[in-house]
């Protein structure tokens, strides 16, 4: 079956150590996509790539590190450095240009204890 | 750069009820639209989307929006909700110049019997 696996479903981690979040797509998609969401915030936009070895930072980048070594895969590392990093994270694929829709993988719950 | 609102925030409506969910947009040319729905500790599922065309858009699950370019809004609309609706909806606009969507903060459906 074609789609977008995250692992793990559910991480718990220590403050002050870093940990990094698996998104993978089987789904031969151009761009991927890291959301963080928060209760009452919708989406926001982390990083994304458009092709591989290449990101961007999105709206709230800061305390994040992502890379694109594979078309397959897009990990993202929460650093230490985030302030509060308590969250949903939910990865994303799309085709590529001409086609906006994106694809969600089913999230990972992160909770820093 | 475009926006999205979604100006109620919980939405309860009675079972076998008509439901209608309001997004307003904020965008210059003609926007990508998209409506996605996500139950709780879930990815988000693409309900419908509008891209050019027909402005009344059918989707999944019985779901419907209609694009009013006088208005900056793309409604969805549902006859008659099931007890299975209930569950987060998110409006999104995307433009054909960029690669990122946005996000509105979303709705919660709650079904009452």
């Known amino acids: 079956d074609g789609g977008i696996t995250q692992s793990p479903k559910y991480l718990f981690r220590k403050e002050g150590q870093n940990v990094t979040l698996s998104c993978e797509q089987n789904?031969?998609?151009?761009?991927m996509y890291w959301y963080r969401q928060d209760p009452g915030q919708g989406l926001r936009l982390i990083y994304y790539s458009q092709i591989v070895n290449d990101f961007q930072k999105g709206d709230i980048a800061e305390g994040y590190s992502v890379s694109r070594e594979k078309k397959e895969s897009f990990p993202l590392t929460v650093t230490s450095a985030q302030k509060n990093p308590t969250a949903f994270y939910l990865c994303a694929s799309r085709p590529g240009q001409g086609n906006n829709e994106q694809f969600f993988g089913p999230g990972t719950r992160l909770t820093v204890l | 750069a475009q926006s999205v609102t979604q100006p109620d925030i919980h939405i309860t409506v009675s079972e076998g009820a008509s439901l209608e969910l309001r997004c307003n947009y904020s965008y210059g040319a003609t926007p990508y639209l998209f409506w996605y729905v996500q139950s709780p500790g879930q990815g988000l599922q693409l309900l419908l989307k509008?891209?050019?065309?027909?402005?009344l858009v059918q989707g999944i699950k019985g779901f419907e929006a209609e694009f009013k370019r006088s208005q900056s809004s793309f409604n969805l609309r549902k006859p008659s909700v099931h007890w299975s609706d209930a569950a987060e909806y998110f409006c999104a606009v995307g433009t054909n110049s960029g690669y990122a969507l946005n996000f509105g903060k979303g709705t919660s459906l709650l079904v009452t019997p």
């Open positions: 789904l031969n998609h151009d761009a």
């Open positions: 509008y891209f050019s065309g027909d402005t």
